[in-house]
């Protein structure tokens, strides 16, 4: 593709809405010069906030709509209220339209990924799709997939998300073959139930390009970065990513009150006022914002609906890596070598 990236943005969705996009969009664009935006969403709301953003100076075509999806709404009222006429959607259509290269939506996420199924529809032999997320590690970061998408899985699946989180790590960590563990309740051979340990022998047996097979991860493997991508299913994925978000705030929390207890704590917070800052910046959520629908046939990034502006920004990212580096053509690429389709 051509060094410019297109980016459609569902300027209403999230909890703070335009408020948010059209500031997340000028820092993105900061980073990213060659970037221009679709915006969709209220004109008369829109325009100014752009012109107010110099960093967004003949970047942003705004497209008008004043139907917004509520962030507490169920998937099928959104659809059917949404379809064809919300933010939301229009953002998502200019990506199967080819009018842009990937779309960003804050909104509620489950409307999010029900029209995204119907607009885009999945890949070839995709059943489910994926969440995927940026997970920060002593290490760095890792993949982690799924984080919420689906419920319940099979071994084919497993594999199938290995491959997508695979792609996407390549993209973002730039590495030829991205390690790969599955998460199980041990790390022996024996444990886990059928379809985590029928994922395992297909994997180890199929030798993918792409992708080094590590074997089995426990869930201190998640914060310690021991492999590149963490695979499961959305149950568990979703409960480990909201419990580390939790533990993040609840060791902020801890810390806050632990350094304002007593004038010899708050004398040494004065003396380590660089190192909290550094932690405080490693456990920043914005840095990390952005879950990659995998398994479409286009680029959808979900961002945190509370993100501020550096947290969408971020979104944004992902989202131009994505498209600049041809997510789509290098996961096709590499579902085509795993084990369901070679037998198909």
């Avoid at 993105?28 to 060659?34: I, K, N, S, V």
């Avoid at 607009?119 to 994926?130: D, F, G, Q, V, W």
């Avoid at 084919?156 to 390549?170: E, P, W, Y």
């Avoid at 909290?276 to 680029?299: D, H, Q, T, W, Y």
Wanted: aromatic share 4%.
């Amino acid at each position: 593709m051509s060094q410019r990236v297109r980016i459609s943005l569902d300027a209403m969705g999230g909890d703070h809405g335009p408020s948010t996009v059209v500031p997340g969009a000028g820092l993105a664009r900061e980073r990213h010069p060659e970037t221009t935006f679709l915006m969709f969403g209220d004109e008369a709301v829109l325009t100014p906030l752009v012109a107010a953003e110099p960093r967004l100076k003949g970047a942003v075509e705004i497209r008008h709509t004043t139907v917004a999806v509520a962030m507490d709404e169920k998937p099928s009222q959104a659809v059917r209220a949404g379809r064809g006429k919300s933010s939301m959607w229009k953002a998502i259509q200019a990506v199967r339209d080819g009018e842009a290269d990937a779309a960003v939506s804050a909104g509620n996420t489950g409307a999010l990924m029900a029209m995204s199924k119907i607009c885009l529809k999945t890949m070839s032999h995709i059943e489910r799709p994926a969440i995927a997320c940026l997970w920060p590690t002593v290490r760095g970061e890792s993949v982690v997939l799924d984080v919420g998408a689906t419920i319940g899985t099979d071994a084919n699946h497993l594999v199938d998300m290995a491959v997508m989180g695979a792609a996407m790590a390549r993209i973002v960590f730039d590495l030829d073959r991205p390690t790969v563990g599955l998460l199980n309740v041990g790390t022996e051979e024996m444990k886990g139930n059928e379809a985590v340990k029928e994922a395992a022998r297909m994997l180890r047996e199929a030798d993918l390009p792409g992708l080094a097979y590590h074997g089995f991860v426990e869930g201190t493997d998640l914060g310690r970065g021991t492999v590149d991508v963490v695979v499961t299913e959305g149950f568990t994925g979703n409960i480990a990513l909201k419990t580390a978000e939790g533990t993040a705030k609840q060791i902020a929390a801890y810390l806050k009150g632990a350094m304002g207890r007593t004038l010899m704590a708050k004398i040494g917070y004065l003396f380590a006022r660089g190192a909290f800052r550094a932690l405080r910046e490693k456990m920043n959520p914005s840095r990390a914002n952005g879950g990659v629908f995998l398994g479409l046939e286009g680029i959808v990034i979900k961002s945190h609906g509370a993100a501020d502006a550096e947290g969408f920004a971020s979104a944004i990212d992902i989202a131009h890596d994505m498209a600049r580096h041809d997510l789509m053509r290098t996961i096709r690429e590499r579902l085509d070598a795993t084990p369901a389709q070679a037998s198909a």
